[in-house]
């Protein structure tokens, strides 16, 4: 095994070429793991070529890498590519639990399936997080989803839903002190924009595909949702997504972060209300289109009846 992270010249390959010449002693075959292959120079990679477009048949290769597109095309050509997809929230949720029984803790579905949607897919990532709610939680209790998110500096997604359905109500006061208190609780500002951007994923997954939709909601979430998929509209949803976006480099690079998520906030339930600008020119057409016949006809040349100069 190779770490090329660390072996990235033109001599380790060479060493490693070197090696490959001679047979295994006590198996079939040599086999060279290269992990991070895509750290190697664009030197080593280029003297790596000949090897892989003949190797000898007593040699496998296998490189692991996070970066595909950093792999030259002319090492790609030469190899089987196997690309590891993400494991389902529910498939990983049951892994953490099984681990959890083994190890002798007790955890909680409902703690298991925020550890799994924090992991995104990834059973690394999943089981360094439940290495820490084990260590940070009592070795005889329950490991609970609250205790997880706090753990995670997240908020309950219901706390999240009453706050972007006040947000989209307009009501900024209200949806401030939420903010604060959900702050206050532990609730990281970045995470409670990036959770409102998942919302309103959803939100508009369930308005347009309900169907694939109830599968990353829970009965008590799709609920919730559902009123709200039916209250709004696209084009204001896609507005909310938007501006939630632009919010979240805002928010990382601010230096306080809590003061740009309330900013942000501000935005959102200001406009929240308003009408589209495809709505507004619908509107301004029918105003134009009820105006008295001819009226524009007798205006001077070079001016408009003052309706339409409105509509303009």
């Known amino acids: 095994e190779m770490d090329a992270a660390s072996h990235t010249g033109v001599d380790d390959i060479r060493e490693l070429i070197d090696g490959v010449r001679y047979r295994p002693v006590s198996a079939r075959y040599k086999v060279y793991i290269v992990d991070e292959v895509h750290m190697l120079s664009k030197n080593a990679f280029n003297a790596l070529l000949k090897t892989l477009e003949e190797p000898p048949e007593h040699v496998k290769f296998v490189f692991a890498t996070t970066e595909i597109r950093k792999v030259p095309i002319t090492v790609l050509s030469r190899c089987q590519r196997f690309d590891l997809r993400r494991i389902d929230q529910d498939v990983l949720a049951r892994h953490l639990s099984e681990i959890a029984q083994k190890e002798g803790r007790a955890l909680t579905p409902a703690a298991a399936s925020v550890l799994a949607r924090a992991a995104d897919g990834s059973v690394r990532d999943g089981l360094s997080l439940l290495d820490r709610a084990i260590a940070e939680s009592d070795a005889k209790a329950e490991i609970s989803a609250e205790q997880v998110r706090q753990m995670l500096g997240l908020a309950d997604r219901t ?7 006040t947000v989209m109500k307009g009501a900024v006061a209200e949806a401030l002190a939420q903010a604060r208190s959900l702050y206050r609780a532990g609730a990281d500002p970045l995470t409670l924009v990036q959770d ?8 508009t997954r369930l308005k347009l595909v309900a169907e694939q939709a109830a599968g990353d909601l829970s009965a008590s979430e799709m609920q919730r949702a559902k009123p709200m998929a039916e209250k709004l509209s696209v084009p204001v949803l896609s507005r909310a997504w938007q501006m939630l976006l632009k919010g979240v480099n805002e928010v990382q690079f601010a230096p306080q972060p809590m003061n740009a998520l309330e900013m942000l906030l501000v935005r ?4 929240a209300d308003l009408p589209t600008p495809g709505e507004i020119v619908a509107r301004l057409q029918s105003e134009s289109a009820g105006a008295a016949p001819g009226s524009n006809a007798a205006a001077p040349s070079g001016l408009a009846a003052p309706r339409a100069s409105a509509a303009v």
Request: glycine share 0%; net charge negative; hydrophobic share 55%.
């Open 196 to 203: 409102l951007l998942e919302v309103t994923h959803n939100i």
């Open 268 to 271: 959102l339930a200001y406009v």
């Open 159 to 165: 706390q999240t839903l009453d706050l972007f359905e």
